[in-house]
């Protein structure tokens, strides 16, 4: 079992930014593969960022390219989302997910979720 804790949300005026944070314990493997989703009101949840802990390509969705980084700290299992230049439409529920298989973990078929962290960013 994997689990999985975000926290770094807030409310944040749009321009602003949020550092959110992901700890991860269990039978996390090295192999695995990290990410970020989100879900904004009346909307799907859609992929944001990935990054696997042992090196490799990090991928983010269009969306997010250029405002959004995603990093990784193995000594303290933790991974973390920098998103700069805030908008209203990045107002969502951000959630955490692990997952063996990258391609797996970026369509949402992950079996690892946290339980999701509020980001409100206000106009």
């Known amino acids: 079992q994997v689990q999985l804790v975000e926290s770094g949300g807030g409310l944040v005026q749009a321009g602003g930014s949020l550092r959110l944070s992901c700890a991860a314990s269990?039978?996390?493997?090295?192999?695995?593969?990290m990410g970020w989703f989100r879900q904004g009101p009346g909307k799907a949840r859609e992929f944001v960022a990935s990054?696997?802990?042992?090196?490799?390509?990090?991928y983010y969705a269009d969306s997010v390219k250029g405002r959004v980084t995603i990093s990784r700290d193995n000594a303290k299992n933790t991974v973390y989302l920098q998103m700069n230049s805030l908008k209203p439409e990045d107002t969502a529920v951000y959630y955490c997910?692990?997952?063996?298989?990258?391609?797996?973990?970026?369509?949402?078929?992950?079996?690892?979720w946290g339980q999701g962290t509020q980001v409100t960013v206000s106009s």
């Open positions: 997910a692990a997952d063996s298989i990258s391609s797996r973990l970026r369509v949402g078929a992950s079996d690892y």
């Open positions: 990054i696997s802990w042992i090196g490799g390509p990090t």
């Open positions: 269990g039978r996390l493997s090295s192999s695995y593969v």
